[in-house]
């Protein structure tokens, strides 16, 4: 897939979805903390808070991307 460029207001979006989906996960996850206790360390380089925001964040993304493209497509 070529490369396409979002707009500001696209990755905005894609900013506000990710927001939205994570207050979600982190609702869940608060419920069974014990299990995670440092999932939200900021003191560890990389907690599991940053893993699902980040694989969230580029999933939203690349299907913004793929859907762009698409409709670029011949």
Do not use: C, F
Not at 45 to 55: A, G, P, Q, T, V
């Amino acid at each position: 897939m070529p490369k396409i460029k979002l707009t500001n207001t696209e990755l905005l979006n894609v900013d506000a979805i990710t927001s939205v989906v994570m207050d979600k996960i982190r609702d869940v996850i608060i419920q069974y903390e014990q299990h995670y206790p440092e999932w939200t360390n900021d003191e560890l380089e990389y907690n599991l808070d940053d893993r699902i925001y980040h694989s969230i964040h580029g999933e939203i993304l690349y299907e913004y991307e793929r859907r762009k493209a698409d409709k670029v497509s011949p």
